[in-house]
C-alpha cells in the first residue's frame, strides 16, 4: 500500500471507555511511557475482522515453490514443530528429515502447516486501534462509553528512523471480502522478515480490511502476530498531544485524572455544540 507523505495523517485519536479496570493504568502507559496496549484480534467487534477467504492452492503449485528454494524439499526444524504441535527434538527430526526431501511430502507438510496457522492466526494477532478523527459521535459512543470515556490525542511522527519500531498501518474498506490462496500465506509466512509488495498485499488482506459499513472509523492500527499474552508495547512514532474528555464524563473520574496527569499532558472536555451535531474542546 503506497500512501503520498502528504496523505499521512499527523494526528490519530485513541478512543478508550472508563468503565475497563485498566483505565488508569492504560492512561499512565499511554500519557507518560508512550506505551500501547495490543490487546488479542479475537476480541475485536467485527467478526470478520483478521479473517479472509481462504482457498488450498493446488499442490502442484506448493510443489513448485518447494523446489524453488534453495535447499529443496527441507522445512526446518522449528517449522515441523509447529506442526506437530511440540518441539521436535534433533534427532526424532533427523530421522524424518529424508522425507521432507521429497517436494511433493514437503509441499503437503507446508499446506497443513499454513492451514494450521492461519486457523489460529486471529487469536495469535496483537491489534491497537486508532482513528483520523476527533469529532465523530458514533466512535465516541462505541468506544467511549457513550461520551463517558476519553480520547487520547498523539501526534505521529512518521519520519522516525528506526525499522525496529511499530507504525500505524491504514485500514482498507471493500465492498467485498478479501481472499487468499494457502500458497499466498505461505509465502507471506516465508517474507514477514524481510517483506515485498506481494507480502505486503498479503497483510492487507489478512488484517488490514474490513466491510465498507467500518468506513467511517477511518482506521489505523498497530499489528503484531507474535504468540504470546496481550501487552503493552513501546511506540516512539506516538507521542500524546492531549486528552479529551466525552461530554457525559464523571466529574469524579476528570478531577482523578487532572490531578495525575495534568502537569504531563493538555487535559480538555469536550462541550456540545448549541446548533450543530459536533462539539468543540475546551482546557480543563
Known sequence: MLIDNADLPK?????????????????????LRKRIFLSSAAFLNDPYDFSPV?????????????????????????????????????AEFRRQERKFRNPVTAAKVESALTQRMFAEHRSMSKVACFSEILHN?????????????????????????????????????????????????????????????????????????????????REWRLVDHYNGPASYVTVPALSPARLVFGVNADPSVVDRVY??????????????SESAFDFSTVPL
Request: hydrophobic share 30%; aromatic share 12%; charged share 30%.
Open 137 to 217: 459521535n458514533p466512535m465516541w459512543a462505541h468506544y467511549a462509553n457513550n461520551h463517558q470515556g476519553v480520547c487520547v490525542e498523539f501526534d505521529v511522527n512518521w519520519q522516525l528512523d528506526d525499522e525496529t519500531s511499530y507504525f500505524p498501518l491504514k485500514v482498507l474498506y471493500s465492498s467485498s471480502r478479501p481472499q487468499l490462496c494457502t500458497l499466498e500465506l505461505l509465502e507471506y509466512m516465508e517474507r514477514s522478515e524481510s517483506p515485498d509488495v506481494a507480502t505486503m498485499e498479503t497483510m492487507e488482506k489478512l488484517c488490514l480490511t474490513k466491510a465498507e459499513d467500518w468506513a467511517y472509523e
Open 54 to 90: 481462504v482457498e488450498e492452492s493446488p499442490i502442484k503449485d506448493t510443489v513448485s515453490h518447494v523446489k524453488g528454494r534453495k535447499k529443496k524439499g527441507i522445512i526446518s526444524r522449528e517449522r515441523y514443530s509447529e506442526l506437530a504441535g511440540r518441539k521436535v527434538t534433533r
Open 11 to 31: 494526528k490519530l485519536y485513541r478512543f478508550r471507555s472508563n468503565e475497563t479496570s485498566y483505565f488508569f493504568d492504560e492512561l499512565e502507559n499511554s500519557l
Open 259 to 272: 490531578d495525575q496527569f495534568g502537569s504531563r499532558v493538555e487535559i480538555c472536555r469536550a462541550v456540545l
